[in-house]
């Protein structure tokens, strides 16, 4: 069983910057393949970004040039870096975790981006 808890949602102002964390537990975090998905209200959740063990990432249209994932194995925790963050942003932000044929999610974080 992997935990997985995310964090750094909040309320920022358009055109402004958030950075999402996520820890999952485990003692080969490394191996991991780790993604962001959100949720808007009323939509289907959808991939934002992932990134592989060997650090290979990929975006979503809606993220490429404005958010960057990454990780670090150390700590156990994978970032989302989001900026210039418009409304249309405005979501709940799941963390995904991949390890072997297994699948885990956190609870989420809220992230309502207004001015």
């Known amino acids: 069983q992997v935990h997985v808890v995310e964090s750094g949602g909040g309320l920022v102002q358009p055109g402004g910057s958030l950075r999402l964390s996520c820890f999952a537990s485990g003692s080969v975090f490394s191996t991991y393949v780790m993604a962001w998905h959100r949720q808007a209200a009323g939509n289907q959740r959808e991939l934002v970004a992932t990134?592989?063990?060997?650090?290979?990432?990929y975006y979503a249209d809606s993220a490429k040039g404005r958010f960057t994932i990454s990780r670090d194995n150390a700590k156990n925790t994978v970032y989302l870096q989001m900026n210039s963050l418009k409304p249309e942003a405005n979501s709940v932000y799941y963390c995904?975790?991949?390890?072997?044929?297994?699948?885990?999610w956190g609870k989420g974080t809220l992230v309502t981006v207004s001015s």
């Open positions: 990134i592989t063990s060997v650090g290979s990432t």
């Open positions: 995904n975790v991949r390890v072997y044929d297994m699948e885990y």
